[in-house]
């Protein structure tokens, strides 16, 4: 089956650690994104790529990394420099249209990150 | 990117019912799509438009590109208990592939 893997689906912290979020596709995908979601909001754009070993911050990337050294993952590093980390961290990939006006985003299941 | 307004933030409704809700922008939007999140799930695509004053259905879901391509609309019609979820609505603007994201429309259906 063809599709996104976030792992793991809940994942626990305590303050003052680094923790990596996995993200998997097998779509054959160019982009990757990260998305935060908080309760009552719009997701809001953490990090995106566009292709291999390259990606940009997006409107809320202070206390976070990623890297993107393979087409199919996008791992997510949450580290001690973000102050509220508590959410539901969501990615998700998309094929990366130069001409064509619109931008399918297909999500994963998402993790649950709590910081204790 | 800029958050879009939706509306209503939530609601409650009965099964059978026909359910709309609405996103604007201040922007001119070249896309709008439409998703649905379980609880503790990934958003799901519904519906996806292109062109302005464009209507598009997928079974009981009928969503509309707004002629001004700055709003759209959703339309669940009959619905039943598993039309349960937050329906957020995304718009992507005409120089940037990134999306803008609604703050959802929370739907619970009563039996």
């Known amino acids: 089956d063809g599709g996104i893997t976030q792992s793991p689906k809940y994942l626990f912290r305590k303050e003052g650690q680094n923790v990596t979020l996995s993200c998997e596709q097998n779509?054959?995908?160019?982009?990757m994104y990260w998305y935060r979601q908080d309760p009552g909001q719009g997701l809001r754009l953490i990090y995106y790529s566009q292709i291999v070993n390259d990606f940009q911050k997006g409107d809320i990337a202070e206390g976070y990394s990623v890297s993107r050294e393979k087409k199919e993952s996008f791992p997510l590093t949450v580290t001690s420099a973000q102050k509220n980390p508590t959410a539901f961290y969501l990615c998700?990939?998309?094929?990366?249209?130069?001409?064509?006006?619109?931008?399918?985003?297909?999500f994963g299941p998402g993790t649950r990150l709590t910081v204790l | 990117g800029q958050q879009l307004n939706q509306s209503p933030q939530s609601m409650f409704i009965q099964e059978g019912e026909d359910v709309s809700m609405n996103c604007t922008s201040s922007?001119?939007?070249?896309?709008w799509l439409w998703y649905k999140q379980d609880p503790g799930e990934g958003p799901v695509l519904l519906i996806a438009?292109?062109?302005?004053?464009e209507l598009t259905s997928n079974g009981r879901l009928t969503a509309q590109f707004g002629i001004t391509r700055k709003d759209s609309f959703l339309n669940i019609s009959a619905s039943i208990p598993s039309d349960v979820g937050i329906y957020f609505c995304a718009g992507q603007g005409t120089n940037d592939y990134k999306l803008s994201f609604g703050a959802g429309t929370t739907v619970t259906v009563r039996a």
């Open positions: 438009l292109y062109k302005a004053g």
């Open positions: 779509l054959n995908h160019d982009a």
């Open positions: 922007s001119i939007f070249n896309t």
């Open positions: 998700a990939s998309s094929v990366l249209v130069r001409e064509l006006p619109y931008n399918e985003q297909f």
